[in-house]
Structure formats: structure tokens, C-alpha cells
């Protein structure tokens, strides 16, 4: 069994500086390099062993200052190492090293690769650029590609007269050289490690520059996109400001470029200085754009520029470490967002993402945040939904219990005290235990080295309310207890305390809500005797409050804990609910309901969801007042969207089919719930349209709204069509997965998708990028008609996908969970009386 040690580098030789020289060809879809890198020899030593892999390395050389020496070269593909043999030692002391080598612009969306778009005149254009996180890098150069070994870089590029080149720090200087081709010289970076390099070659625009604090910023892109820049502009000088208040630091570099990538593996990477997007992340006609087209966008970049200093600046010393990275970005990019719009409500916002990764750690195949990492697929897998929204809701928990300030002073001390170096997870603990007094390393260690989280119970005591915790899973019973930070409140005001594995009083006179401003990363169950003043009051709660009750009210509708009878009577209060996320909520698990309800009870089902929705959506009606906030107009929009497909409301879709025709007319979430609304109901022709509308869209939003509404259409034959598309590459290999996802998750076409993907399971496998092929299975839980289902777990017994073996363990146990859900509710909805009523108790098997 591999170990970490097999893939880690010996320490005898350590670099400090990389002079990078590449000369891309682009059409060729090759390139030509060399490096020199400057040393520390660290202990004699017969060999120098770093990493390269896909390289053909044409000469090597080792300069002792006065002696030169010519190495036997032997790569290691397997291994991913290049060894430079010696004669005999070297001693300790400085030394450089002389690698020339050639490689691929491969099409794999990782390393030095190449991506196309279709200029405004219809030529094709390529551009060369590169992902190196996680182990990446030495694709493009040979290195020392772990993120402990930091050193300095010089990149040389050479191009073609007219091409755009960038890099990590400033231009420094350019000339034309013998061959006509330009010379393109950058600054030395800041010391950073491998997967942060970053060099991008292409027919290419750039905005001018913004200067934010002597700090120039800049967009740049495929031509014929500036006008979709302002938006990504105001975003990126905001956060740069920011952060540089919130960190106490100024920015570590001396430019900040963010490019547009037409083909691009992830949302977006934080190569220092030159962070590469999606088009989707960056590009936004803001004017057209949903709120949720706006969120994702500011999201995107402030989590980018969080990692300057969070990442770039102070980076984990391996790649267990990668949690902390991701978790405290994706917690920085909220409270930059925040700051950016505070209308949008950020925090409230964020709520659907913490239920999400609450989903998958409450399953047996959950993991620890922070595990142990030996390979570099090993590391590809830490990118998902625990990292990211379950450290990032971890964190967002111990800054309201330590108390903002005293949370942020900790983060400025940590990233002070180890700027340009590597940490541990318990470093950030103890910065911030430095600043607050709270016992952080011994409350964190419980939720970053064990997976799961617990429910809290709230008991009346008489003389208050007794807290105990247990472990909260969707099937059987959990383990593990946990140091958990209760906020709670009382009419007297705000506590906090710490529940551990022995039960806790707190004194309270009558209504204490616990998990006070929702943010814990915990179920709450209150007993019967203190849940109806919780329920009488749920209208004045916050709406982060009231959104973590019908949250919990979801999971235990999941878990069986609550019937869907009881779920309908909880969700009936929400008639007059203001907040999106709340709705969101809400209307997920009644979509839970739909997907498993019989066809005879579905009608009844609808009817609910019309009576439900009908009120707040009249009185927002079709038409956006002036002034109104993008939140109202994005629930109106949402309102709509469930009324039609939820509710299948035949004035709505009427209604809907004819917004859809005259679209750029009306409101963007208008327009977006028509889309939606019309793909639900549409047959071949309309997939056809949709299709059309996709490949002659004009924003990058544009084009993937219209593909995924085209996965929504409910014929099998459009699904088959569009799988095919996939396959034959006739949807970009970046969009494939989640193609592909939406496609199997679809009602009425999911099952036959499944038949089409295990009977072209290599060829399918193979049109993915290596990093996301699980993701594929993101839907796979709404299969759950049992033969299906039993199919799926069939299939992967014997099939996997490289790296995503954990990702599979835990959507097979959702669907084993939808699997259960489908056995108690598909015929157990009563809707008796007035059709719509709100049901409060579970029929009998006789009513039924």
C-alpha cells in the first residue's frame, strides 16, 4: 500500500529560484522550455530527484560554480519523477541546474494545455495556459512540485507577434528576437510554491488598468468580451481592498491580472497575481444577469483574491492542509461579498450551501475534514463539498462564538507570523486562541479530524433547558461527540456556551432559541413541551433561523424522522415568507416529495404547491417595481419557476411560453423561470430551439443557461441527442460533467440516461476532465426507483472513477436514502378536504 513518503521528494536538495524560458507553439500545440534552477544542496548526494512527467527532457546539466557536471537522465512516468544521476557526490553547498526539455499543450485541462474559442470573425483561436493545482506543474517544467518547497520564479516567454502574454508578476521587458518572434521578460515573484505559477499565451484583450491602492488590476480575455468586464472590475477592486484592510497586509505583488479561460477544468484558480476563471466566474453583462448570475460571479472572484494572502501568501505545508485553504476562502469570500452588497444578504444566502454539505456529512461514508493525503489523486479528491462548504460553515461558527474581532486579529497574527512560508491547521488555532482565550485547538480538533455533526436536544428542566448532543445520520445510528459552540437566546438576551459529551443547563425562563442567528453547524430538536413557542414565534425569528428549522425539518423528513405529512404542515406556514432562502429550502424538499410521490397522489401534490405558492407570488406579481431589491426579484422569479414545473399551474406555463418568446424584454429572473418553465413542459422541437439559443448566446451565461435548460426537456430521445453531443465533443469537455449530471437527474429521462452511460461507460469516462469525471454521479441520488437503484449499486461494484471512490461511497448512500424516502412516502400523502389544505398527521394504510 502506498504511503505518503513514496510520493514525497528527499530534502537533500532544495530549490529557491526558478528561471523559466517557454516558447509555446500553438498551433502545433507543443512548446520548448528550459529552466534553471538555483539550489541548496542540503547533505552529499549522488543524485537530484524531482518531478516531471509528459517532458522530454533534451539536455541537463548541474553547475557546481566552478565544475559542471552532465547527469544520466532517467524519468519515471509512473512516479512522476525525473532523477539526474551523478558520478559521485556533491557537497553541501549552492548549485543550479540546466534543464532543456520539450511537451505537449495537452487537451486535458491540466498543466501547460491548450483552449479554443471562435473569434467574432469565426476563426478558430487557441490559447495556451495552465492549472497546475494540485501536483500539475511538473507537466509544464521539471520541479519540485510540493507546496512546502516555495521558492522564487523568473518567466521568460516567447510568442508571437500580436499574441497577449501575462504571468505571475509584472512585464518587465519585451523585444523581437532573430526568429521575429517577441521576448516577453516578467518580474521575480514573491516566494510561493509550484501550483501557483501561472503563464497564459493567446490572441487575447485586456481592459485598462484600475488602480486600486498602487496596485494595477486588470481583466483580460478572448476579444469581443470587454463590454462584459465593469462588473468583474468593481468586484476585484473591492475585494483588494478588502482584504488588504481585513488582513492588516498589503497586497504581496505588484500587479493583479484575472483572465477569462474558454475551457477551464474549475470555477477558478488563485495563481498569484494571474488567476484564471471560467468564463461564467468572470464575464457578466450585468444589465441581463439573475442574482444568482451576480452572486457566483462576486463569489468567485473574492474567493480568489482571499487566497492571496490566505493560500498564496501563507500556503499548508501538504495537501491535508488544502481544507483550510479552501475552507477560510470560500468563509472570506461571503464576508467580502457581503461588504460588496450588503442587500444581497450574503450570510442568509450561504445557509443552502451549509444544508448541502450537512447532506453528505451526515452519511456512514462521510470523512474528516482534514485526512490523510499519499497521492495526487488523493488530493484532487479534498475538492468537494466538505472542504469547501462544511470547513468554510465550521469556521463561520467559531467567528461568531469567538466574536468577529477577536477572529479576525487571530487570521492577522497567523498570516503575520508565516508569511511566505508553510503552516499546520493548528498554527491558525493558535493565533487565534492568542487573541480570543477560548480553547480553539482542542474545540476544532473535533470537527476537523472526525466526520459527522451532531443534534443538539433541547430539554425543558422546569428551571430552563438541559443540552445534549448526539451524533446525526440519514441511515442508522453515528458515533463521535463533539466541543460544539451554542449561541442561544432569551427574552433577558444572548448567551453562548460549549456542549460537549455531558449535558449542559442553561437557566431560562420560556422561549430560548438555540442556535441563535442559525449558523451553527448543528441540528437542533426541541422537546415537545418548548416546541410550540418556537413554532408561535417562527415569523419573528431571523431569517437565518428560520431557515436552519426547515432545514432541520428537511433532514428529518431524509432521515424518516418526520413524515412527509408533517413536513407539509411545517412548510404551509411559509404562505407569506419574505426570504429567498427560506423558500429555497422549503420547496426542496417538497421537490424531495415529488420525485417519489405515485403518480395518483402527484396531482394532489401539485394542487398543495400551487395553494402554498399562488399568494406571495400574486402579490409580487409579474412586473418588477422600481427599487425593488435583486432579492425580491429573485424569490419572484423563484415563485414563478416552482408554480409552473412544482405546481405544473397552467396559466403559469401559458404564461411563461409566451415571456420565453420575447425574452430581453422583461426582468432576467422573469426571463430565467420562463426558461426553466418552458424546458419542464417542452418536447423535441423545443430542445432544438434551446440547443440553437446556446450556440448563438453572446455571454458566457448565456450559453450555459440554454444547455442546461436543454437537460430539462422530458424526451428521452433529446437526451439521447445530448448525450451524444458529449461524447462526440460537441459540448465543451469543461461543461461534460455537469451535462451529463443534469441529464441523469432528470425525472422523466434519467433512467434511460443511466442505460446510455453504463453502456458507454469508457467512452464517457474518457470525454471528462481527469479532475471532475465524478461528478457525473452529483445526481445519481434521484434515481431511487428501486430497480434503478439496484442497478447503480450493481454497477459499481465492479467500476469506479479515478479518485472519486469516497464521492461514490457517498451518492450511493443518498440514493440508498431516496431509496428509503420513496418506500414511505410514495403513497402516505393524504390531501384530503379543501385541495391544497395543509395535512397534519399521516394517514392510515385504510385512508390511503
Known amino acids: 500500500m502506498a504511503t505518503e513518503a513514496d510520493y514525497r521528494l528527499p530534502r537533500s536538495v532544495i530549490p529557491s529560484h526558478y528561471a523559466i524560458t517557454l516558447e509555446p507553439d500553438l498551433e502545433a500545440a507543443t512548446f520548448t522550455g528550459s529552466v534553471v534552477i538555483d539550489v541548496e544542496v542540503m547533505e552529499p548526494v549522488m543524485e537530484i530527484v524531482l518531478n516531471a512527467i509528459e517532458l522530454d527532457i533534451v539536455t541537463a546539466e548541474v553547475d557546481l560554480g566552478m565544475e559542471q557536471r552532465v547527469p544520466e537522465v532517467t524519468l519515471d512516468e509512473d512516479s512522476e519523477r525525473l532523477t539526474l544521476g551523478l558520478d559521485y557526490s556533491i557537497p553541501v553547498g549552492p548549485a543550479s541546474i540546466k534543464i532543456s526539455f520539450t511537451g505537449i499543450l495537452n487537451d486535458q485541462l491540466h498543466g501547460f494545455y491548450r483552449s479554443t474559442y471562435t473569434a467574432p470573425n469565426g476563426e478558430s483561436k487557441t490559447i495556451a495556459t495552465t492549472q497546475f493545482e494540485a501536483t500539475d506543474a511538473r507537466r509544464a517544467f521539471p520541479c519540485w512540485d510540493e507546496p512546502d518547497l516555495k521558492a522564487t520564479y523568473t518567466v521568460t516567454l516567447i510568442v508571437d507577434d500580436g499574441l497577449l502574454a501575462v504571468s505571475n508578476s509584472a512585464e518587465i521587458a519585451r523585444r523581437t528576437i532573430d526568429s521575429g518572434k517577441i521576448k516577453v521578460e516578467f518580474a521575480r515573484s514573491m516566494k510561493m510554491s509550484t501550483y501557483l505559477v501561472a503563464f497564459i499565451v493567446g490572441d487575447l484583450e485586456a481592459t485598462d488598468p484600475v488602480d486600486v491602492d498602487g496596485i494595477p488590476l486588470r481583466i483580460i480575455a478572448p476579444p469581443g468580451n470587454m463590454n462584459l468586464t465593469p462588473f468583474a472590475l468593481d468586484v476585484g477592486a473591492h475585494a483588494l481592498g478588502y482584504f488588504s484592510q481585513y488582513y492588516d497586509i498589503p497586497y504581496p505583488g505588484d500587479k493583479l491580472d484575472m483572465i477569462a479561460i474558454p475551457d477551464f477544468a474549475w470555477g477558478a484558480m488563485e495563481n498569484f497575481g494571474c488567476i484564471t476563471y471560467r468564463e461564467t466566474a468572470l464575464l457578466l453583462d450585468k444589465a441581463n444577469a439573475t442574482q444568482a448570475e451576480m452572486t457566483r460571479v462576486a463569489d468567485v472572484i473574492a474567493h480568489e483574491i482571499a487566497h492571496m494572502w490566505f493560500g498564496d501568501l501563507v500556503t499548508m505545508k501538504w495537501w491535508n492542509g488544502i481544507w483550510l485553504n479552501e475552507a477560510f476562502a470560500t468563509f472570506a469570500e461571503i464576508k467580502c461579498v457581503d461588504a460588496f452588497e450588503p442587500a444581497w444578504d450574503r450570510w442568509l444566502s450561504f445557509a443552502p450551501s451549509r444544508a448541502s454539505s450537512q447532506e453528505t456529512d451526515a452519511l456512514a461514508a462521510t470523512r474528516p475534514i482534514e485526512i490523510e493525503v499519499v497521492s495526487p489523486e488523493d488530493a484532487n479528491a479534498m475538492f468537494d463539498v466538505l472542504t469547501y462548504e462544511k ?145 408561535d414565534s417562527f415569523g419573528d425569528l431571523a431569517g437565518t433561523e428560520r431557515f436552519a428549522i426547515v432545514s432541520d425539518a428537511a433532514a428529518n423528513l431524509l432521515r424518516g424522522d418526520m413524515s412527509g405529512q408533517d413536513y407539509l404542515s411545517l412548510v404551509g406556514m411559509l404562505s407569506d415568507e419574505d426570504e429567498l432562502d427560506v423558500w429555497q429550502m422549503g420547496l426542496s424538499g417538497l421537490a424531495e416529495l415529488d420525485r417519489v410521490v405515485s403518480s395518483d397522489d402527484r396531482p394532489g401534490l401539485q394542487t398543495f404547491v400551487r395553494d402554498l405558492v399562488t399568494p406571495k407570488a400574486a402579490e409580487l406579481g409579474w412586473t418588477v417595481e422600481q427599487g425593488e431589491s435583486d432579492r425580491t426579484r429573485a424569490t419572484r422569479g423563484l415563485l414563478i419557476k416552482s408554480l409552473g414545473n412544482l405546481g405544473n399551474d397552467q396559466e403559469t406555463i401559458s404564461h411563461a411560453r409566451s415571456i420565453f418568446s420575447r425574452e430581453g424584454e422583461v426582468d432576467a429572473e422573469i426571463a430565467d423561470a420562463a426558461l426553466a418553465i418552458v424546458a419542464a413542459h417542452g418536447d423535441a422541437s423545443t430542445f432544438d430551439e434551446l440547443i440553437a439559443l446556446s450556440e448563438a448566446a453572446d455571454t458566457p451565461q448565456g450559453t450555459v443557461k440554454y444547455l442546461r435548460a436543454a437537460t430539462q426537456v422530458p424526451v428521452p430521445a433529446a437526451a439521447g441527442r445530448m448525450f451524444k453531443m458529449v461524447l462526440d465533443g460537441d459540448i465543451r469537455s469543461q461543461d461534460s460533467f455537469w451535462v451529463l449530471a443534469l441529464l441523469l437527474g432528470q425525472r422523466e429521462n434519467g433512467s434511460f440516461v443511466w442505460s446510455l452511460i453504463r453502456e458507454n461507460w469508457d467512452a464517457a469516462i474518457a470525454v471528462l476532465p481527469p479532475q471532475a469525471g465524478r461528478r457525473i454521479l452529483d445526481l445519481v441520488q434521484y434515481r431511487s426507483e428501486p430497480e434503478v437503484a439496484a442497478s447503480i449499486h450493481e454497477w459499481f461494484e465492479s467500476h469506479t472513477i479515478s479518485g472519486g471512490e469516497k464521492f461514490i461511497q457517498q451518492r450511493l448512500e443518498m440514493l440508498d436514502v431516496r431509496v428509503a424516502l420513496r418506500e414511505r412516502e410514495t403513497n402516505a400523502l393524504v390531501f384530503g378536504g379543501v385541495a391544497g389544505s395543509v395535512p397534519l398527521s399521516r394517514g392510515t394504510a385504510e385512508e390511503r
Not at 440519514?474 to 455531558?502: F, H, Q
Open 391 to 535: 470547513g468554510s460553515s465550521v469556521l463561520r461558527m467559531l467567528e461568531q462564538y469567538l466574536g468577529e474581532e477577536s477572529f479576525r486579529a487571530g487570521v492577522t497574527r497567523y498570516l503575520k507570523a508565516h508569511e511566505y512560508s508553510n503552516t499546520e491547521a493548528a498554527d491558525l488555532w493558535a493565533a487565534l486562541e492568542a487573541e480570543s482565550g477560548e480553547p480553539v485547538g482542542e474545540i476544532m480538533d473535533t470537527w476537523i479530524f472526525q466526520g459527522g455533526y451532531p443534534r443538539i436536544s433541547v430539554e425543558d428542566s422546569g428551571s430552563g433547558v438541559v443540552l445534549t448532543q448526539d451524533p446525526f445520520r440519514l441511515i442508522g445510528d453515528g458515533e463521535g461527540s463533539w466541543m460544539v459552540p451554542v449561541l442561544y437566546r432569551t427574552p433577558e438576551g444572548t448567551g453562548k456556551t460549549l456542549v460537549a459529551a455531558d449535558p449542559v443547563a442553561i437557566d431560562a425562563e420560556d422561549g430560548i432559541v438555540i442556535n441563535a442567528g442559525g449558523e451553527g453547524y448543528y441540528r437542533v430538536t426541541y422537546d415537545a413541551s418548548l416546541l410550540p413557542a418556537i413554532m
